[in-house]
């Protein structure tokens, strides 16, 4: 399974002809198809577990909570706590217990919080990584032991 690891280039948005900036299609579609898919292959170098991809996702919906419940300034004060998601993705993968998470996915951790630097960029991303998950488990990820 070919992935591509320059999903991120250009980062979360385009711009319309219109000059208004939208979510990249090519995100939604193609790249989280190809993630989702992968995650949920057999291929040990590709797979996470179902229990680790809700717990990140998890995390990120916290996040998500914790900017919406906020002030104007909270996605700046919680900053860091989107861009400690790639601790946590390298600390399980290098763990290796308690469950599964790839080199592959904390590479797509990595790639996906290094893209955010604006609130409009999170967003885009919990809706990248939503449909990351919604692929993974149409390609049947929950089956993974």
Avoid at 80 to 98: D, E, F
Wanted: hydrophobic share 35%; with cysteine.
């Amino acid at each position: 399974m070919s992935l591509d690891w320059n999903f991120m280039q250009g980062g979360y948005l385009r711009t319309t002809p219109g000059g208004q900036r939208v979510v990249r299609d090519d995100l939604m579609a193609k790249h989280a198809q190809a993630f989702g898919d992968a995650f949920a292959s057999r291929d040990r170098q590709l797979q996470v577990s179902s229990a680790q991809l809700r717990a990140f996702y998890g995390d990120v919906k916290a996040l998500e909570t914790k900017i919406d419940q906020g002030d104007d300034d909270a996605f700046e004060r919680f900053y860091y706590l989107i861009k400690m998601l790639k601790s946590k993705a390298s600390y399980v993968q290098g763990k290796r217990s308690g469950g599964r998470v790839s080199e592959a996915f904390r590479d797509y951790i990595h790639k996906c919080v290094d893209a955010i630097e604006t609130e409009e960029d999170f967003r885009a991303f919990l809706k990248f990584f939503e449909s990351t998950v919604g692929f993974y488990y149409g390609a049947g990820g929950e089956r993974i032991s």
